[in-house]
C-alpha cells in the first residue's frame, strides 16, 4: 500500500494504517476518493438540522467519525501519537476544551469579526491535531458549521480549489496556516474568502 503523504498531510503510522476498514486500497488517491464519497455523507448529516452542542467534545467527535467512519475503524477517536504537527496527543482534550471555551466567549462578547472568529477557530483546530488522518477536512467542516449555525454567515471558499492534492491551492492553505502560527492571520482571512 502507498499512502504517502502529499505537502502538509500527516503520515499515518503503521497502528493506523491498520484501522483501515478497505483492504483493496493501494494508493493515496484511492484513499481520498472514498474519503471524500464519506465526507459528503458525513457534512450531509451535519448541515441537515442546527447543533445544539456545536463546541463540544462530544459534538466534534460525533461529526469526524460520521465523516470518516465506513474508511477508519478509528474515526472519531483522537490520536494516541505525536505526530508532525499538533502538540502532545494527551494534551488534546484540554486544548480542545479551551478553544471550544474561548470561541464561546469570543462570539458572546464580539471580541473578532465573524470572519476572524472562524478563521481563528479553524487555525487553532488543525495546530491541535486531533485525530490520526482527516484534520483539515474535518476542520473546514465543522467551522463551516461554526460559520452557518452560529456566526449567521455563508461557508468559506476555502481558496475556491482543490485542498487535498498538492498543488497551489493547498500551497496558499499551509502558507496561510503557517502564517496563523506566527498570530498573523490576515492571509488566512484572504485565503477562506478568495
Known amino acids: 500500500m502507498n499512502l504517502d503523504s502529499s505537502d502538509g498531510a500527516t503520515p499515518l503510522d503503521p497502528n493506523e494504517i491498520e484501522g483501515l476498514r478497505l483492504g483493496h486500497i493501494a494508493t493515496r488517491a484511492e484513499l481520498d476518493r472514498w474519503e471524500q464519497d464519506n465526507i459528503t455523507e458525513g457534512e450531509a448529516w451535519a448541515f441537515a438540522r442546527k447543533q445544539k452542542d456545536l463546541l463540544s467534545d462530544g459534538f466534534i467527535r460525533r461529526l469526524h467519525k ?26 488534546i482534550p484540554t486544548e480542545l476544551k479551551k478553544l471550544c471555551e474561548d470561541v464561546a466567549v469570543w462570539i458572546e462578547s464580539g471580541s473578532y ?37 452560529r456566526l449567521g454567515r455563508p461557508r468559506f471558499s476555502w481558496g475556491s480549489g482543490n485542498l487535498v492534492d498538492a498543488g497551489e491551492c493547498r500551497r496558499r492553505y499551509i502558507d496561510a496556516l503557517r502564517a496563523a502560527d506566527r498570530y498573523d492571520y490576515q492571509p488566512l482571512m484572504d485565503f477562506v474568502r478568495t
Do not use: C, Y
Open 66 to 91: 460520521r465523516m470518516f467512519n465506513t474508511v477508519w475503524r478509528w474515526a472519531g477517536q483522537f490520536r494516541k501519537s505525536d505526530k508532525n504537527i499538533g502538540g502532545p496527543w494527551w494534551k
Open 113 to 149: 469579526p465573524p470572519d476572524e472568529i472562524a478563521a481563528r477557530f479553524h487555525h487553532r483546530m488543525v495546530a491541535i491535531h486531533l485525530f490520526p488522518n482527516g484534520n483539515g477536512r474535518h476542520a473546514r467542516t465543522m467551522t463551516d458549521l461554526l460559520l452557518v449555525q
